[in-house]
């Protein structure tokens, strides 16, 4: 059974890769930014922001991308990092995503710049979400943080942590996908975020997957978890249904 759904995942993002998403262009001033989209669902239908893990755009956000435009979303994939900076090592990674895990505020930018593109693309302005993997997960919390016009967003294995910077509103709805066995987040980081959340009155929920380490998501890891990669992409489409549909 294991053995069966990696293989049906690999095959996902083996087929998708960019094969079914268009280039869109856009900038933050004068550094040029190079997303990608999926319009399939056609004018109106809610949209599915996607921000990527640390390596920047890849086969999992992508593939993300494909899928959910098959349940009826528009769907964009973000360029946080932007042309020209793309990590090719896991040390360029960690110095690019620290940038903007220490500037909150830029990464907010860049997000709100992708979520513009999304609603350009034709997604209806009022039934949009953010999802993110790893690094990604993180930005779709700061999406949160930031009070921006979203129904939802979805952390999968991303850092729940904030650092110094107050608790403050939360209106959106949250959904965190986490594994249980993730050694890159504390038990005092999530303490801390459910402080946050229940502090801000926010409606959250969190689902743990046993076993899981960080990347369970993503077949190019050896943190995949293929059992806990299917249930929580099941948890994720629960999710959008509720608020967006």
Not at 10 to 18: L, Q
Not at 125 to 145: H, K, N, Q
Request: charged share 20%.
């Amino acid at each position: 059974m294991k053995a069966l759904i990696m293989t049906i995942i690999c095959f996902c993002a083996t087929e998708t890769s960019f094969g079914q998403l268009k280039p869109v262009r856009y900038s933050d001033g004068d550094q040029a930014l190079a997303g990608l989209v999926n319009t399939d669902a056609g004018e109106g239908a809610p949209g599915v922001l996607i921000l990527p893990a640390w390596m920047g755009i890849d086969d999992e956000a992508t593939q993300a991308a494909v899928q959910l435009s098959k349940e009826g979303y528009i769907t964009f994939v973000a360029d946080i990092y932007g042309e020209g900076n793309k990590p090719t090592t896991a040390a360029e990674a960690g110095q690019q995503a620290g940038k903007y895990k220490n500037d909150p505020k830029a990464y907010q930018r860049r997000i709100r710049l992708a979520l513009e593109q999304l609603v350009k693309a034709g997604a209806s302005p009022r039934r949009l979400a953010v999802i993110g993997y790893c690094f990604g997960g993180t930005g779709a919390l700061e999406a949160a943080r930031a009070g921006m016009e979203v129904q939802g967003v979805v952390s999968i294995h991303g850092n729940l942590g904030k650092g110094n910077r107050p608790d403050g509103p939360i209106k959106t709805k949250i959904l965190v996908l986490h594994g249980a066995a993730d050694p890159h987040v504390s038990p005092e980081e999530i303490a801390n975020f459910r402080k946050e959340v229940e502090h801000a009155g926010a409606d959250w929920q969190m689902i743990y997957y046993a076993a899981a380490k960080h990347a369970f998501t993503n077949p190019a890891s050896s943190d995949f978890e293929p059992l806990a990669a299917q249930r929580s992409w099941k948890h994720l489409l629960i999710f959008l249904q509720e608020i967006l549909k």
